[in-house]
C-alpha cells in the first residue's frame, strides 16, 4: 500500500480530519430536516451504527431554524448542506452548524461567497467546496464534456484559490461524479495539487447493490494510493447502510476496523439449512457490537473451522446440527434449533471480556 497522503487537518466539531486522523465516515439523512423528531431519530440511529460526521439538507429558513433543536440532542458533528441560497449559509453557522458545505458554482455572486467565508471564519467552523459534476459553473461544462475529471479539477482550483485569497484556509476539498473513472481521475489530479483534506465519493452512486459496488471500486482505488481524509457512500437507501458499506470499504483495505466483520461461505448443493437468512441475521445482531471480531457463519464442514480458521468465533452448520468453534479449535456441538443463539452467546462472551479488559 503507498503511503497516505498527509494532508494539513480541519476539525469538524470534536473530529479532526487529515493529517494522521482517522478517515471519517460520514452520512447524510433522507428526512426532512425541519421535521426534527424524524431527523434526530435518524441521526440516533446513524451515531449509533457509527457515523463520524453526519450532513443535512438546508433548503429553506424552516431547516435552518430546527438546526438549533437538532443540535441539542446529538453527538455527532453537524454539517450543513446549502445550495444556491447563501443566507440559508449564515444562518445555519448561527444555528451551530460545525461545518457549511458549499458548491460555489452555484452561488452566482462571489460577494455572497466572500459573506458565508466570513462567517465561517467568525465561527471558526469548515467550509468544505462541494464540485459536482452534475452542477458544474457554466464557464467549466464545454471542457467537462471533453476532459471531464480536468473540469472538476479545474473548478476547485479555481474556488480554492479564491478562498485562500480570502486568507481563509479551513478548507475540505470534493471532486464528485457519478463516474467511477472519471471521480479516480479526478482525485488522482487534485491530491498533488491541492495539501486540505479530501471528501471521498462517487455521487448519486445508485442503489444498495450498484452504489455499493462503485463506491468499494471508486473510493478502494484511491484510499489504497492513499488519498482521502472521510469518506461518504451515497445509496439511494437507508443512511445507516452508508455507514455500514463505508466501514466495510475501509476494514477491507485495513484502514479502519470498528465492529465485527462477518465470514460466511457461498451456498452450494452441500448445503442442509437456510444459511442466507441465518447468515443475514447474524449480521443484523451484530451491528448491536463495536468489538472488532471476525465471526464465521459457514454452511458444511468443508467450509467449516479449517477454512475459517483466523474467525475469533464461527459456526459450521449441518442439517440437525453444528459444530461452534473458535480459531479453527471445535467448542462444542448445537442442535439447528440454538445455532443463531449459541453463536451470540458465544459472541457475548467475548464482548464482556473486551470490556473487562479495557476497564484495566
Not at 271 to 277: A, F, N, W, Y
Request: proline letters at 4%; a positive charge.
Amino acid at each position: 500500500m503507498n503511503t497516505r497522503r498527509l494532508s494539513r487537518q480541519v476539525k469538524i466539531g470534536n473530529v479532526m480530519i487529515g493529517g494522521d486522523a482517522p478517515i471519517a465516515v460520514q452520512s447524510m439523512t433522507n428526512t426532512k430536516t425541519q421535521d426534527i423528531e424524524k431527523t434526530i431519530s435518524q441521526i440516533k440511529r446513524l451515531e449509533k451504527a457509527g457515523c463520524d460526521i453526519l450532513r443535512v439538507a438546508v433548503p429553506d429558513d424552516e431547516a435552518t431554524e430546527a438546526l438549533k433543536e437538532i443540535k441539542k440532542s446529538i453527538k455527532v458533528p453537524l454539517v450543513a448542506d446549502i445550495h444556491f441560497n447563501w443566507k440559508l449559509a449564515l444562518k445555519a453557522i448561527e444555528n451551530g452548524a460545525d461545518k457549511i458545505r458549499i458548491n460555489p458554482g452555484n452561488i452566482a455572486d462571489v460577494e455572497r461567497v466572500k459573506q458565508i467565508i466570513a462567517g465561517a471564519k467568525e465561527r471558526g467552523i469548515p467550509i468544505r467546496i462541494g464540485v459536482n459534476s452534475g452542477s458544474l459553473h457554466k464557464k467549466y461544462r464545454h471542457l467537462a464534456e471533453e476532459n471531464p475529471a480536468e473540469a472538476l479539477v479545474k473548478s476547485a482550483l479555481e474556488f480554492v484559490g479564491f478562498f485562500e485569497g480570502q486568507d481563509f484556509c479551513d478548507i475540505v476539498v470534493s471532486v464528485k461524479s457519478s463516474s467511477v473513472s472519471v471521480t479516480i481521475e479526478a482525485y488522482e489530479k487534485l491530491a498533488g495539487l491541492v495539501n486540505y483534506p479530501l471528501h471521498l465519493g462517487v455521487t448519486e452512486a445508485g442503489t444498495l447493490l450498484s452504489g455499493s459496488i462503485k463506491s468499494a471500486v471508486g473510493l478502494g482505488v484511491l484510499l489504497r494510493e492513499g488519498i482521502g481524509d472521510t469518506i461518504r457512500v451515497s445509496l439511494t437507501h437507508d443512511p445507516v447502510r452508508e455507514v455500514q458499506v463505508g466501514y466495510e470499504i475501509l476494514r477491507a483495505l485495513g484502514l479502519r476496523n470498528v465492529g465485527p466483520e462477518i465470514i460466511s461461505c457461498p451456498t452450494c448443493g452441500r448445503c442442509e439449512i437456510d444459511l442466507i437468512s441465518l447468515a443475514e441475521t447474524v449480521e443484523e445482531r451484530l451491528l448491536a457490537y463495536k468489538i472488532p471480531i471476525k465471526v464465521a457463519v459457514m454452511g458444511c464442514e468443508v467450509n467449516g473451522p479449517g477454512e475459517a480458521r483466523e474467525a475469533d468465533i464461527g459456526i459450521a452448520m449441518g442439517k440437525k446440527s453444528g459444530l461452534l468453534f473458535a480459531k479453527g479449535e471445535p467448542i462444542r456441538k448445537v442442535v439447528e434449533a440454538d445455532f443463531v443463539r449459541s453463536l451470540m452467546d458465544e459472541v457475548e462472551k467475548l464482548a464482556k471480556k473486551s470490556r473487562k479488559d479495557n476497564k484495566i
